[in-house]
């Protein structure tokens, strides 16, 4: 018994490592081949060792930029995807943790209507409603500008489904005990569903921020200043060039630092969100 | 201080679900006033309206002087402690306690020295600054307990306070809430389902049953003379025995043909109408020359006495008696009764037949 489980340990941690090595490799060659000139890359006989370009590719790409398709460092593109990032996560959690104690909290009429509305909009992704959604934003004027990016991306029912499950959780007491002690609507929402909603929303940000990292198809059809596009966009942007070789060696270096942010977001928020779910007992 | 007084309260519900029909009830300032009766009986309902947190479907609830009816919560001078404790699990002991209080524009100093206080009255102190989450069942009882201290309000509302607790705690608690209700002298109204509470926490003792109050009156009344049959099998343990007998004339009733004298009976009874003899476990003396014969099935040992099952004018019976005073193995018992301890019921109306 005991050998045969030895056997298929091994066997098991093979069959892991070939997954991790499939999904490793491409990452591993972006970040080889950001440390390359484009030449070395587009002769196709790449060295499975760092070459010495790292300073030189990183420094143009963040501050230069590619040279032809889209004229702007990459640091700007980065900025522009961090406010987006940010505001979608941010405006997110605002709107969603506001509208489930509504949904919870109050009673109001057409309460249960309000919430399965608020629950439909789960069936209506950005791609499905983009031209309405396109058609609202030009009309405001937003095109090109950082409201037009975040707002429509803000409005969907994730969040309020998520904080409206973890709301009616809370036990009714808690409500019942904050009224005794003289808290008001505000109050029992500041003082106690607020702390208690750290984890929660955590999670919240962890998800949307990246969500928001990585759109694609709202920014590129609403962004067309050079100085508005973000970094999903640039990379894009820089593989399809139309008479002049494929700067290969920005590209990835653009595909590098575009992982770097969402990473450390996950790394940071896990210690943040482990640290809540220790802490909250209900 | 402040007494309560309830006027023909009512709590209807969405669906015309009538869960508290018309109760009236003064309870005396200082005094502690137990709601006792069985799951669905009203009486988490009745005290949720006098708190504020349900409202009041008609009547009229007054804490002192003041009709409450309209006043939220945190304005009715109440303080509550919740079966569940319902301590903020996110804030310390202290701030658990000093909430209320802040809430209230308090001044910092003076919320100290009430928080101080209360915890040295309750021995909580080593853990003020503790969240919830680390203390024992009874700590959290006393937390929540010196949570309402501190706001030195008119009223204690208690709602089965001591439900989440384990057995040998709760007798502890118990006694602990009658201790500190004496020392504060501040006017109590507890709820719960369990008679042995209620029975030893009240000064007056509230048998409620559908809504509606049975009995009202201190807890050896209650148990004495229950007004009704419910009250009777509800109040004691075992259980008051329901026998169905006829009635004798002359202060007599029979029960499966066997003959019983009663001190308290109305008079005018018709000869032979149906009637409920109720007989507590522990009246009934078992001897040589008893008027009732009974047949034992089983006898259940409780340690400093014996409950001894069986059948009595073909209806289930229940004596109890000390240990060692019965045979353990005696098949049939012959049992007397003194006439005092003998309850008539209505079988109709389930309503005590005693002198008027």
């Known amino acids: 018994m005991v050998e045969n489980r030895r056997y298929r340990n091994i066997l098991a941690y093979l069959v892991l490592a070939v997954g991790v090595l499939i999904v490793a490799f491409p990452v591993y060659l972006a970040i080889l081949a950001s440390t390359f000139d484009a030449a070395t890359i587009i002769n196709g006989n790449m060295p499975l060792v760092p070459g010495d370009q790292a300073g030189e590719n990183y420094y143009r790409t963040l501050f230069i930029g590619a040279s032809r398709s889209t004229r702007e460092p990459v640091s700007m593109m980065m900025l522009n995807s961090f406010i987006m990032a940010m505001g979608i996560a941010i405006g997110k959690i605002l709107i969603s943790i506001l509208s489930a104690y509504a949904v919870v909290y109050y009673k109001f009429p057409l309460r249960r209507t309000a919430f399965w509305i608020i629950f439909i909009t789960l069936m209506l992704p950005v791609e499905v409603r983009i031209y309405p959604t396109y058609k609202i934003v030009a009309d405001l004027g937003l095109l090109d500008t950082y409201t037009g990016l975040i707002l429509p991306l803000i409005a969907s029912a994730t969040g309020t489904l998520l904080f409206r499950q973890f709301f009616m959780t809370i036990p009714d007491e808690l409500l019942e005990a904050s009224k005794i002690d003289g808290a008001g609507a505000f109050r029992f929402f500041k003082d106690t569903l607020l702390p208690l909603s750290v984890t929660t929303m955590a999670a919240l940000f962890v998800i949307q921020f990246i969500y928001g990292w990585n759109q694609y198809l709202w920014p590129l059809l609403i962004t067309t200043k050079d100085n508005m596009q973000t970094i999903v966009i640039g990379i894009k942007k820089m593989l399809t060039t139309q008479d002049a070789l494929t700067e290969w060696q920005i590209a990835m270096t653009t595909a590098v630092l575009a992982m770097v942010p969402p990473v450390f977001v996950v790394i940071f928020m896990q210690r943040f969100f482990v640290k809540g779910l220790v802490e909250t007992e209900k | ?356």
Request: glycine share 10%.
């Open chain 2, 1 to 356: 201080m402040a007494g309560v007084s309830l006027d023909t309260v009512r709590k209807i519900y969405a669906g015309n679900v009538e869960a508290v029909k018309g109760v009236s009830l003064g309870i005396e300032d200082g005094s502690f006033c137990v709601l006792v009766g069985p799951s669905g009986c009203g009486k988490s309902t009745l005290l949720r309206m006098i708190a504020g947190l349900e409202t009041i479907s008609g009547g009229e609830v007054k804490i002192g002087d003041r009709v409450v009816n309209e006043i939220e919560p945190a304005d009715r001078d109440i303080a509550m402690v919740f079966q569940n404790y319902a301590l903020y699990p996110h804030m310390s002991v202290y701030d658990n306690m000093a909430y209320g209080l802040k809430n209230r524009k308090t001044p910092k100093d003076e919320i100290e020295k009430r928080v101080k206080e209360a915890a040295r009255i309750l021995a909580i102190e080593s853990f003020l600054e503790r969240k919830p989450r680390a203390l024992s069942g009874g700590q959290r009882q006393r937390v929540a307990m010196g949570r309402a201290i501190v706001r030195k309000p008119q009223v204690f509302l208690f709602d089965e306070p001591l439900s989440n607790l384990d057995a040998k705690l709760r007798v502890q608690m118990r006694v602990e809430i009658k201790r500190l209700q004496r020392a504060l002298g501040v006017t109590s109204i507890y709820v719960t389902h369990d008679q042995v509470e209620a029975m030893t926490l009240s000064d007056k003792l509230v048998v409620m049953s559908g809504g509606q109050i049975e009995q009202v009156g201190s807890p050896s009344e209650v148990y004495r003379r229950p007004e009704t049959r419910f009250v009777a099998t509800f109040i004691g343990s075992p259980p008051m025995n329901i026998l169905p007998g006829k009635v004798e004339g002359n202060g007599r009733v029979s029960i499966g043909g066997q003959s019983l004298s009663v001190s308290d009976m109305r008079d005018g009874l018709a000869v032979g109408s149906d009637i409920e003899v109720g007989l507590r476990p522990e009246d009934v003396r078992a001897g040589a020359t008893g008027q009732l014969s009974m047949n034992v099935d089983f006898v259940e040992e409780l340690g400093a006495t014996q409950l001894f099952h069986g059948k009595l004018g073909g209806a289930d019976f229940i004596v109890q008696a000390p240990t060692g005073q019965i045979a353990a193995d005696a098949k049939q018992l012959s049992l007397s009764i003194d006439p005092a301890n003998v309850h008539l019921f209505d079988p109709q109306t389930t309503k005590r037949l005693g002198k008027a």
